[in-house]
């Protein structure tokens, strides 16, 4: 969690210092459009091919390899001549896109055989708020970084904090790996996903299990929704994201990084605080918040995000962002919390999936909302944009709850019937987002 705080610390103020050094290159705004672009695609194919990939190979190296090529990317923008500065911003943007992806899905995928099944809520909660505080120090330190030591510097200090993350990745202990328990999972018939593993070549293994993965999420309905509410959530993300510099520059002209800098320290507060509640429910009642919870956490974020562009007093706009950041850190862990219950062969798979439906959602967000800023207000824009999110999330908390009737009707037939010792269905555990037979 360190290593990933330093390394989310130094993506946070390579993020404005790439796209400011991108405009100072170029000296067109839609090279930074393009630049951005380019990382989301980048994003969204390693998505696709993450679950194969890390079926195949070792989590703890691709988390190594992913930390190092990001950090060799920053080196190149330090070294590279002048002469081809644009080709090499390009490359290390889909670099960083990709690199960042796979690490992600690996590092996610894999908190279960690092803390233990019983224990991931707490993880994710750590792991949520170590990177709000990163988020809000790097955005920070941005402008003084760049303002006093240059580009050059803001490079060579983000290299730096992927290089401590490979660091405390190669010093992980990890017992496990979860491509060992893919194999596992392969040969285990019937309880987790019902494909006969034989001993045969890698390459076959990594196909069934691949084909294996996509029908048994495939046949999980709420499952695919709840990854397809995280798609149009990260596009109602995209909106907020990119409207907020409008909005703050029509708010105070003279100093438009106020409000954006003032909003994003206290969502930042909001996350954290909402994590420590987090860790003490899952520590008292030994229970994940669940699908249940990513559903109205999703829907309260959405509607805070729509207020917070409402034009209302500065003190009920730090409440909005209070809420905001709040719901956003309730909805981030309730997710990834979910999708680690799955079997560690469909893990990986499913948050490949999850990291490619984001990527596009937030990539063709940007694009949709950039142009519609010029037509519409911040309010209108964003308001269309979460609006939507909160449509498929009202669907999603539906299904969920249909979903846990049917599975208390279920138990109590079965209690009727003299089964009851066979205990409660388990879709009542995961409020029915599981994997059939899973």
């Known amino acids: 969690m360190a290593g990933y705080a330093i390394s989310s610390y130094g993506t946070f103020l ?31 194919l390693t998505g696709l091919v993450a679950g194969p990939l890390l079926a195949r190979c070792s989590v703890k190296g691709a988390m190594l390899w992913a930390n190092l090529v990001q950090a060799a990317a920053m080196l190149l923008l330090v070294v590279v001549p002048d002469a081809h500065h644009t080709a090499s911003l390009f490359t290390v943007s889909a670099v960083v896109g990709a690199a960042g992806t796979l690490f992600m899905v690996a590092f996610r995928s894999s908190i279960p055989h690092m803390v233990g099944e019983g224990r991931t809520t707490w993880a994710n909660s750590l792991m949520v708020s170590w990177r709000s505080m990163a988020m809000v120090a790097g955005f920070a330190s941005s402008g003084v970084v760049v303002s006093l030591l240059g580009y050059t510097a803001a490079f060579l200090a ?4 992927f290089l401590v993350c490979a660091l405390t990745v190669a010093l992980l202990p990890m017992a496990r790996d979860a491509a060992d328990d893919a194999a596992d999972d392969t040969g285990d018939t019937g309880e987790k996903g019902g494909v006969e593993g034989d001993g045969g070549a890698k390459g076959a293994e990594g196909k069934i299990r691949s084909s294996a993965a996509l029908a048994a999420l495939g046949a999980a309905p709420a499952l695919l929704l709840m990854v397809a509410l995280r798609g149009v959530d990260a596009l109602g993300s995209s909106s907020h994201n990119a409207a907020l510099p409008v909005y703050s520059t029509r708010l105070d002209a003279d100093s438009p990084a106020v409000f954006v800098s003032v909003f994003w320290c206290v969502w930042a507060i909001g996350n954290v605080l909402a994590q420590q509640v987090l860790r003490r429910y899952a520590k008292r009642t030994e229970r994940a918040v669940g699908s249940l919870g990513f559903g ?11 207020l917070a562009f ?14 905001a950041g709040a719901a956003d850190g309730l909805t981030e862990v309730s997710y990834t919390s979910h999708l680690q219950t799955l079997p560690s062969g469909l893990r990986t798979h499913a948050f490949g999936l999850s990291a490619t439906v984001e990527n596009l959602g937030f990539g063709v967000g940007m694009i949709v909302v950039a142009t519609a800023l010029d037509a519409f207000t911040p309010l209108s824009v964003v308001a ?16 969920v709850l249909w979903q846990r009737n049917a599975s208390r009707k279920a138990t109590a037939d079965s209690d009727e019937g003299g089964s009851g010792d066979a205990g409660p269905a388990r879709g009542s555990h995961r409020d029915g987002a599981e994997v059939s037979g899973g």
Do not use: E
């Open 14 to 44: 390579n993020l404005v210092a790439l796209n400011l050094y991108v405009y100072a290159v170029t000296n067109r705004a839609l090279a930074v459009g393009a630049f951005m672009t380019v990382r989301f695609a980048a994003g969204f």
């Open 296 to 306: 109205l956490g999703t829907i309260v974020m959405s509607a805070t995000f729509i």
């Open 310 to 323: 409402a034009g209302f007093p500065w003190t009920a706009t730090i409440v909005i962002a209070l809420l």
């Open 158 to 161: 983000d290299m730096g904090t």
């Open 384 to 399: 269309v944009a979460h609006g939507a999110a909160i449509l498929v999330a009202l669907v999603f908390v539906a299904q």
